[in-house]
């Protein structure tokens, strides 16, 4: 192919001679003041700027494709970005590298008319980049023309790259390449300028060789070139770090177990120093002691680097391996630290749980039924429940379920009850549930008889009922954000301490009832309400504080507890309701905090039958209570109870309400109007009455004891009156 030359110095001349013939045609124009030349003047001004245009874009280009010429360079040094800054002018950006420095690129626009040849660079089969023209190899004798030269020995650019360089031919008004340094130039039969006439002049910008830039992923920085096609993604240069591949829960087996270190791709072998692993309890413990005792064997792989230096991906890892003193199931802390060459440190962390069982995400997971641990991950529905329990009760010893997207354990989910054709679990000992869960739905773990260990995550904020019955769990916390229990919550369970949450108001019925092992229950003033029968047959109850907020006592509440000693009151209580202490037969201290004597609170109006029934109260001091009706059986075989003061405002005794009572006297209020059948009955030490009414009350059946008591006083004036009623078959004397 023919090569034309065109010298530099040939368009200086050019541009004198244009000059030169401008200015004789416009001292020519003076000659003739009739002639109008101003269309000739606006024709070769618009000449000038259209040349001044094309002069400033083609030294625009040449930029262009120096700076892609730098691009590819950084990429085949494996350079990296650090920052990406736009120029303040908004056409273009400062690419800054980590070695190769600024590289400015601009994006520019498409004039009205012309065009600029495209030159640009692609990668050929041999991973090397060669310059294109117009999408086509530029070809220098034959040859694709390199955009980079080869390294010498020491890694340095040899001095064989070309960099392909562009002009305007004024005489031809095309574009030129030279791809010799500017010595020889070749036409590329591509116009600079359109022809003159309404199509107007090239733009004030004209095709860039970067058509976009892409600066929003966080790897790389991608620029396209201006064939729309290529592009050319430059990595971002990554902050010394180090991470675990993943941040879910690891759950180690006995064996081996290995995890991938992921550092910066930028990392060099001359900034590292050292990659230190160690495993802590989650408690802070650390439990990487190297002894006998360790529960952990930890083994780090450093990372490999290439010829060049450069990082090879996935090489570090870190191998950690339980030991005979690794717990099963508790949760430890891997800690990995990165230690620079200049001492700087970086570290990260996982969780991590020791298992000997198997893994599973679905039931087609488990191949073997026998298996005695069992962790779920992902999704967990009702019926992998029930597979559980139809096929792995006879064998399964401990569920983890921490790494489940469980919210909800469902109704029956590990209960065995006969009427659902089961037989009692006698094998399950351990449940783990996963943080995130919020309700524990009726009978969760019914009658699963070797559960001690579960754990109660603070995301819980309802708990249904009979959830631990017939289980022979000691330890249940409630977490603090629970709002909701159900009726029968903890229902025959053996937990022996409890505490109410602030963010629970209210205790529902029996919700603790056949606790036999509850020793201590923790209320707050907060409640105000606990329901029928709450506490009732909790025998190993000592003694219980009632919550300000609480003002009716419900019926049955601390029926049968036989261990209870201490009841502490508050003035707010109004009502005590049908059975509250029933046969709390240990029961001696029912009043306020720090009095010496049983008193009741002024403002009470109510106590219910069998309120203390066969309690063992020793006095009652009913006096400053607004209470009108001592109901029947209230006191019944309280047999230790010799001192009793009545309501100032009693009305009536009920059947059989002292009856079996030891007190050797007693005094009756003026209001009393009636005592009914067998009130006193079996009351064989009453010897002394007083009555203070004025007329004598209704005595019905059995009133009295059959045996005769020594003396009724009475109002001196209703002496007779009393002498002539029923009173006097009950006492030797009235006086």
């Not at 690891?250 to 050292?274: C, G, H, I, M």
């Not at 469980?406 to 943080?435: C, H, K, Q, W």
Request: hydrophobic content about 35%; proline content about 4%; overall charge negative.
């Amino acid at each position: 192919m023919k090569k034309k030359f065109i010298e530099t110095g040939t368009i200086r001349k050019a541009w004198i001679a244009c000059s030169i013939m401008c200015a004789c045609m416009f001292g020519l124009s003076s000659c003739w003041d009739d002639y109008d030349n101003s269309e000739l003047r606006g024709d070769i001004e618009n000449l000038k700027n259209r040349v001044k245009t094309l002069e400033e874009w083609q030294k625009s280009v040449n930029t262009d494709i120096q700076s892609l010429k730098s691009l590819v360079e950084a990429l085949e040094d494996k350079d990296y970005v650090t920052a990406v800054t736009p120029l303040d002018d908004g056409t273009g950006y400062v690419i800054s590298f980590l070695k190769s420095g600024n590289i400015t690129i601009k994006h520019g626009e498409k004039g009205d008319n012309g065009t600029t040849p495209v030159i640009s660079v692609k990668q050929d089969t041999d991973g090397k980049c060669y310059w294109t023209l117009n999408g086509e190899w530029l070809l220098d004798n034959g040859n694709k023309i390199p955009v980079t030269g080869e390294k010498g020995d020491k890694g340095d650019k040899g001095e064989d790259a070309i960099t392909p360089q562009v002009r305007i031919n004024t005489d031809t008004n095309e574009w030129e390449i030279s791809t010799d340094n500017g010595t020889t130039w070749v036409s590329t039969g591509v116009k600079a300028t359109g022809e003159k006439g309404d199509t107007g002049a090239q733009g004030d910008k004209g095709d860039s060789m970067f058509s976009s830039i892409d600066n929003s992923n966080e790897a790389y920085v991608e620029l396209t070139l201006a064939d729309g096609v290529t592009k050319i993604k430059l990595p971002r240069y990554a902050a010394f770090s180090i991470a675990f591949e993943s941040d879910e829960v690891f759950y180690a087996s006995p064996s081996d177990n290995e995890l991938t270190l992921v550092l910066p791709a930028t990392l060099k072998e001359s900034d590292y120093r050292s990659i230190i692993a160690t495993v802590t309890a989650t408690n802070g413990a650390d439990v990487q002691a190297r002894s006998s005792e360790s529960r952990w064997n930890v083994t780090v792989t450093k990372p490999t680097f290439g010829t060049d230096g450069v990082l090879v991906e996935g090489s570090a890892k870190v191998t950690i391996k339980g030991t005979e003193n690794t717990r099963l199931a508790d949760t430890y802390l891997l800690r990995v630290a990165l230690v620079a060459a200049n001492g700087t440190e970086v570290t990260a962390s996982r969780l991590i749980k020791y298992f000997d069982g198997t893994v599973a995400e679905s039931q087609s997971d488990i191949t073997d039924n026998t298996v005695k641990r069992l962790a779920w991950k992902g999704d967990m529905a009702e019926d992998d429940f029930a597979y559980i329990r139809n096929n792995m009760a006879s064998t399964l010893e401990v569920l983890d379920l921490s790494a489940t997207t469980l919210t909800e354990l469902p109704y029956r989910a590990l209960a065995f009850y006969s009427s659902m054709g089961l037989s009692d679990n006698t094998t399950l000992r351990e449940v783990i549930l996963p943080e995130g869960l919020k309700t524990i739905h009726n009978c969760a773990f019914a009658m699963c008889k070797a559960l001690n260990k579960l754990n109660v995550p603070s995301t819980v904020t309802t708990l249904g009922g009979w959830i631990l019955e017939g289980t022979p769990l000691t330890s249940f916390t409630i977490p603090d954000g629970l709002t909701s229990l159900y009726q029968s919550t903890f229902y025959n369970s053996d937990i022996v301490e409890i505490r109410i949450p602030a963010t629970v108001k209210e205790i529902p019925n029996w919700c603790f009832t056949l606790c036999e092992n509850l020793e201590r229950i923790y209320l707050h003033d907060g409640i105000t309400s606990i329901g029928e029968g709450a506490f009732s047959s909790c025998p190993s109850l000592d003694h219980i504080t009632i919550p300000k907020g609480v003002t009716v006592l419900s019926k049955d509440l601390f029926a049968s507890c036989h261990g209870l000693r201490e009841v502490y009151l508050h003035d707010g209580i109004t009502a005590m309701k049908e059975g509250v202490f029933y046969c709390c037969t240990s029961l001696t201290y029912c009043t306020f905090p720090d009095y010496g004597q049983n008193i009741l609170p002024d403002g009470l109006t109510e106590i219910g039958k069998n309120c203390f029934y066969n309690t063992a109260l020793k006095q009652i001091n009913m006096s400053r209570t607004q209470i009108k009706d001592i109901p029947d059986w209230a006191f019944y075989t309280c047999e230790n109870l010799k001192e009793v003061a009545f309501p100032y405002d009693l009305e009536t005794i009920g059947n059989y309400a002292f009856s079996g009572c030891p007190f050797t006297s007693i005094t009756l209020p003026a209001s009393l109007t009636e005592i009914k059948s067998w009130a006193f009955s079996s009351c064989n030490n009453l010897r002394f009455v007083e009555c203070r009414a004025t007329t004598p009350p209704t005595l019905n059946d059995g009133a009295f004891p059959t045996n005769q008591m020594s003396r009724l006083t009475v109002p001196t004036a209703y002496i007779d009156t009393y002498k002539s009623s029923s009173w006097n078959d009950y006492f030797e004397n009235i006086e």
